[in-house]
Structure formats: C-alpha cells, structure tokens
Nanobody, 115 residues
Framework: QVQLVESGGDLVQPGRSLRLSCVAS????????MGWYRQAPGKQREWLAT??????NYAPSVKGRFTISGDIAKNTAYLQMSNLKSEDTAVYLC??????????WGQGTQVTVSS
C-alpha cells in the first residue's frame, strides 16, 4: 500500500513563492501519475496539475504560475507556486495513480497567503 507525505505548506505574503513536496513510499508502487489538488474552505476540491513520465498538465487557473516537477520513477513530485495570491489559500493535496489500484491521497499541507 502506498503512503504519501506532503510538506512545504506555510504562511506566506502575497506575491511570494512556495514549493510543495510529495513523496510516495511503499512496495510495488507502479505509479504512473502524480499530481496536486487543493481545497479551500467551503469550496470543491480543485485539480491543479498532473505529472507523468512523459508530460505535465495544468488547470487553466494556475497555468503560468504553478509548475509541477519531479520524477515518477523516484515517486516524488513538487509543486512550485509563484506570485501567490490570497485566493490560493487552501489545503494542498497530493495524489498518486497506480496500475490496478484506485487513487491514493495524501493528508494535505496548508498554504495560507496573507499579509
């Protein structure tokens, strides 16, 4: 069974940058995709970005400001966020997709953007 550990969430001022990390561990992971969602209070969970061994994809709302990177083979993913805004305040959740298994979620890391 895969376990995810997210880190990097923090309180930052508007306009600043932050990088989130996600590391998956376990046996026979067979991960083919990793990505990020976020959930703000009172709002639906929002997909942000996905990383596979061959490409990356972004939600239009964050494209150009957020960059996903990492190494699927090493079970790691990062989310570099720049020019943060107050509306980016949310819990950021990492996920992995594995062959023959349902999606696994991390517990989330809080990002708060405030002056």
């Amino acid at each position: 069974q895969v376990q995810l550990v997210e880190s990097g969430g923090d309180l930052v001022q508007p306009g600043r940058s932050l990088r989130l990390s996600c590391v998956a561990s376990g046996s026979s992971l067979n991960i083919y995709a990793m990505g990020w969602y976020r959930q703000a209070p009172g709002k639906q969970r929002e997909w942000l970005a996905t990383l596979t061994s061959s490409n990356t994809n972004y939600a239009p709302s964050v494209k150009g400001r957020f960059t996903i990177s990492g190494d699927i083979a090493k079970n790691t993913a990062y989310l570099q966020m720049s020019n943060l805004k107050s509306e980016d305040t949310a819990v950021y959740l990492c996920y992995v997709d594995q062959n023959f298994r349902s999606r696994t979620w991390g517990q989330g890391t809080q990002v708060t953007v405030s002056s």
